[in-house]
Structures are given as structure tokens and as C-alpha cells.
């Protein structure tokens, strides 16, 4: 690389560094359109304990069905389940017992400022039956929490938003029958024993998989969204009752994100010094890279459904920006060490110290990423928020450490190709360069040599 192209190469990555520091921070209407951007930094999701939310307890209605326990466990894994989908990673889903001695199951939802968001967001449990009879005493044929796995929103052949139904092996066979034996009436839907709709079977449906349509024009997405809530709430393997729903404060306090800020902030101020004093050259290099690193993470931590900030988040954060400098140290310790014991130029010594540090980095980072998966699959809720924001830490910071780095060095080379003052480079002794060299030597074979007479 020549020096005209490292300073372009540095203006780019100048200009990318400014850009998106600017769009992670300011907020400003969109010209043509009626939306305002809000700063992606601004948009990360935060857990309970960082912008409080609202919690909601549902009691649990005994019946004569037997095996409560696995229903109410199979309740708390599909709420679970329906929460994360809908991108509360952070969200719990517990067992209790109330004062009566009746089993409750609390749900606590972070960042939901409403209480009946949280209604809205998980739907408002309660018993689903497909009828033939407009009447709440005639026989329901299909039951949502026997025979319903899910509702979810869709397309018709028309591109029209309509709502899909899936059933389990029995309902399947259910559905199956029902729709068979009434090809052409009408299937009354009630919910908690009131009369949602009224659909007509088209034909019959034998595969376990329906689609609800509205008309010609078909349903607008909320509409299908909040019919599908419904329908979806009516899955649970028990009938619930609403005792509680209330807001729950930040445990953290207030000014809890605006000092985490100003930690996080000083913390970095005091790596980005200590960079620089003790590998100077190198230590910018690895500053412009951390600082790309950081915008990165911050994107990533807003785009990305899974994350959820809380306090085991964060320190997943904080111990991946402590691995992205730990990588450049082994880089630079490595350039020097090869630089000191050889007579080799700057650049070839940069080019080994990276090829001989990049494997110990990966393994040691590989180590890391399985304990962060086997954390994200087997985790409670807040330990699955340390293994992903962990996980997002240190696949950002092989390719800032590896990657960005070392195309910073690479721009560097042509400007101060030459000094070592700028690198904080130092030759050792000449004994020490040429035992080093003799080592590097490849081994010489026996030598034929002539005999003389």
C-alpha cells in the first residue's frame, strides 16, 4: 500500500467512524415522511433491573382434567416461548403459590411502560372452542388448549393478511373430522365462552394447518396480529385468571444508565491512554479499532432481537471489550518480540507478529464463544442476557482486533515506514539477533565433498 492509498483508506475510515458515531446518538425527522429517526444507541431494549416494566400475576384455575403440574409447566414454556418470539429476551416467567394456596404464574415484561401492554403482548389468557351452534353451552368440536399449537399472522393466495392456525397430532385429527363432516357451514369461534367470529369451512382440512381469511380485501395486519393474540391465548394448558398486572420501578434507580454511561466512558478514556503510552504507533491503531468496535457493538445491541441490557448483559460487554484489547496486546507483544530478536524491516515484522498471534487469539476466543452458547441455550433469563451480549462481544472483537487493526497498521507503514521511536520498537542485542536468525535457519543435510588422493 502506497501512501496516497493509506491516507484515502484512512479518510474512509474516518469518515465511517464519525458517521455512525453522529447516528447513534442524534435524532432527526426523515425528510418526505411523517417518521423521525431516533439514534440506534437510544433504541437498545433494557431489562428490568436497568427501565423497570410491568408484571402481571395470573392464578391458576383448578379443574378436574388431572396432571396440573405438567399443564401449568406446559403454560409457563409456551408463554416463555411466545415472549421471546416477540423479542422480550429478558423477560420471566415464574411458578408461585398465593395466599389461598392456589398455584399462580407471575409474568415480568422490562421496558413495557403500559400495563396492558403486557395483556396486549402475551394475550389475555383464556379458553378457545370451534363450534357449530351459535350458542356458549353447545359442544365445542375443537379446543384451543387440546387441540390449537399456535396462531401466528400470515398471507392469503392474495397477498392479503390473514391468520394461520397450526394444530398438534390430536388436533389435527380433530380439525380433520370437524371441517369433513360440515364442508360449507359456519364454525363459530368463542372465547371465554362469549362469540368472537364466525368463519366458513371452505373444504376440508387434513394436514394440521388452516388459514382464517376476512373478505376480499382480508385483514389489515393489526387485525390479524391481534386476532392471532387471541386465538394464540387460548392455547394454554390451563385456564388462567388475572389477580395482578402493576409497574415495576428500575431497581437501579434513575440515574443508574446515565453513570453506567459515564463509567463505561471513563473506562474506556483510561484503555484508550494506556494503549498509546505503552505501544504508541500500535496503540492508536488498536484506539481507532476499539473505537469502531464499540459502534459496532452498540449497533448490533440495538438491531439484533435477542439482546436485552441488564446488569449481566453489560458485564458480558465489558469483559468482550476487555478480550478485544487482551487480543491486540498478544498482537503487539508478539511484533515486538519478533521485531527485537531479528534484523527484519518493520513491515515483515508486523506481517509474522499477526500470523503468529492469530491462532492463540482464535483459540483462546473459541473457548469463550462454546461456554457462551451452552449459557444462551441451557441459561436462566438473565444469564441468557450475559451469554448473547457476550457472544456479540467477541465475534466484534476478532474482527476489529484481526481485521480492522491490522488494515490501520497497514495504512500507518507507508507514513512512518521507518520509525521505530513512532512504534515503540527496539532492536536487541547483536548476539541475540544472531542466535535467533541461526535458529530460523533451515537445517543443513550431511555434504558430499570430495576425497582427496
Not at 391468520?163 to 370437524?178: D, M, R
Not at 368463542?190 to 371452505?202: P, S
Not at 481507532?288 to 460487554?317: D, R
Not at 547483536?430 to 542466535?435: F, G, M, S, V, Y
Request: aromatic share 8%; hydrophobic share 45%.
Amino acid at each position: 500500500m502506497n501512501r496516497k492509498k493509506s491516507i484515502v483508506v484512512l479518510s474512509i475510515v474516518a469518515v465511517i467512524i464519525i458517521l455512525m458515531a453522529v447516528f447513534a446518538v442524534v435524532d432527526f425527522p426523515i425528510a418526505g415522511t411523517v417518521y423521525d429517526y431516533n439514534g440506534y444507541a437510544k433504541t437498545i431494549k433494557l431489562g428490568l433491573d436497568m427501565s423497570g416494566g410491568v408484571s402481571a400475576v395470573f392464578e391458576v384455575q383448578e379443574d378436574e382434567k388431572g396432571d396440573l403440574d405438567t399443564r401449568v409447566d406446559g403454560t409457563i414454556a409456551s408463554l416463555q416461548s411466545l415472549l421471546v418470539s416477540k423479542g422480550y429476551t429478558e423477560a420471566t416467567v415464574t411458578k408461585g403459590t398465593n395466599s389461598n394456596g392456589l398455584t399462580t404464574i407471575r409474568v415480568e415484561v422490562p421496558d413495557v411502560d403500559d400495563p396492558e401492554r403486557v395483556l396486549d403482548l402475551i394475550g389475555r389468557p383464556a379458553t378457545l372452542e370451534f363450534k357449530l351452534e351459535d350458542s356458549a353451552s353447545a359442544k365445542a368440536y375443537v379446543i384451543g388448549s387440546e387441540h390449537l399449537d399456535s396462531a401466528y399472522v400470515t398471507t392469503d393466495e392474495s397477498s392479503n393478511y390473514a391468520v394461520g392456525l397450526k394444530f398438534n397430532e390430536a388436533g389435527t385429527q380433530a380439525f380433520a373430522s370437524f371441517t369433513s363432516d360440515n364442508v360449507g357451514k359456519s364454525s363459530y369461534i368463542y372465547i371465554d365462552g362469549e362469540r368472537y367470529t364466525a368463519v366458513t369451512i371452505n373444504s376440508a382440512i387434513t394436514n394440521g394447518q388452516a388459514i382464517i381469511t376476512s373478505g376480499s380485501d382480508g385483514y389489515t395486519y393489526q387485525e390479524a396480529k391481534d386476532f392471532a393474540t387471541r386465538l394464540q391465548s387460548g392455547t394454554f394448558g390451563v385456564q388462567l385468571k388475572q389477580t395482578e398486572v402493576r409497574n415495576i420501578s428500575p431497581t437501579l434507580g434513575e440515574n443508574s444508565i446515565r453513570q453506567a454511561l459515564i463509567a463505561a466512558a471513563i473506562g474506556l478514556a483510561i484503555i484508550f491512554v494506556f494503549m498509546i503510552v505503552v505501544y504508541r504507533g500500535f496503540g492508536l491503531a488498536a484506539d481507532i479499532a476499539l473505537i469502531v468496535y464499540t459502534l459496532l457493538l452498540l449497533w448490533f445491541s440495538a438491531v439484533l432481537p435477542w439482546v436485552q441490557l441488564t446488569l449481566p448483559g453489560i458485564a458480558g460487554l465489558l469483559l468482550s471489550i476487555g478480550m478485544a484489547v487482551d487480543a491486540n496486546v498478544i498482537i503487539f507483544e508478539r511484533i515486538k518480540d519478533e521485531y527485537k530478536r531479528s534484523s527484519k524491516p518493520i513491515e515483515t515484522s508486523i506481517k509474522i507478529g499477526f500470523k503468529r498471534s492469530t491462532a492463540a487469539i482464535v483459540d483462546g476466543n473459541v473457548t469463550t464463544l462454546i461456554g457462551a452458547v451452552v449459557l444462551w441455550i441451557l441459561g436462566s433469563a438473565s444469564i441468557v442476557g450475559f451469554a448473547v451480549t457476550l457472544f456479540i462481544g467477541i465475534i466484534l472483537s476478532m474482527f476489529t482486533s484481526l481485521v480492522i487493526t491490522r488494515l490501520i497498521i497497514k495504512c500507518f507503514i507507508p507514513l512512518n515506514s521507518t520509525s521505530e521511536k513512532f512504534y515503540g520498537l527496539k532492536r536487541g542485542e547483536a548476539d541475540e539477533i544472531a542466535d535467533e536468525e541461526e535458529e530460523e535457519k533451515p537445517a543443513q543435510g550431511p555434504v558430499l565433498e570430495s576425497e582427496e588422493a
